[in-house]
């Protein structure tokens, strides 16, 4: 799913694929979905919010996914969610 709720940055809110699936280069192909649906709407980057590294190794696995698919670390909230979860925003920059 993805969201438009600011003017320059569209936000990945839900990308998950059932685990059978993944590895199968599914990920690439939605994330760059995601991306076009973005820049078709004029949007600059594209962000996502995710655990940070460290908490649990699904979410290490997936951190790793957005940093090999060019997104950058912007910042890590330690209290967004909750005390033990803190969220890590990747961005991307996509263009105009």
């Known amino acids: 799913?993805?969201?438009?709720?600011?003017?320059?940055?569209?936000?990945?809110?839900?990308?998950?694929?059932k685990k059978k699936y993944q590895r199968m280069d599914i990920e690439t192909k939605l994330n760059n979905t995601y991306k076009e649906m973005a820049k078709e709407k004029r949007y600059t980057y594209l962000q996502v919010k995710?655990?940070?590294?460290?908490?649990y190794k699904k979410y290490d696995i997936t951190n790793s996914f957005y940093v090999s698919a060019v997104h950058k670390k912007l910042k890590c909230f330690r209290i967004l969610w909750d005390k033990r979860d803190s969220c890590q925003i990747y961005t991307r920059y996509i263009g105009n």
């Open 50 to 55: 995710i655990v940070q590294t460290g908490h």
């Open 1 to 17: 799913m993805l969201n438009f709720t600011d003017n320059d940055c569209a936000d990945i809110f839900i990308m998950e694929i």
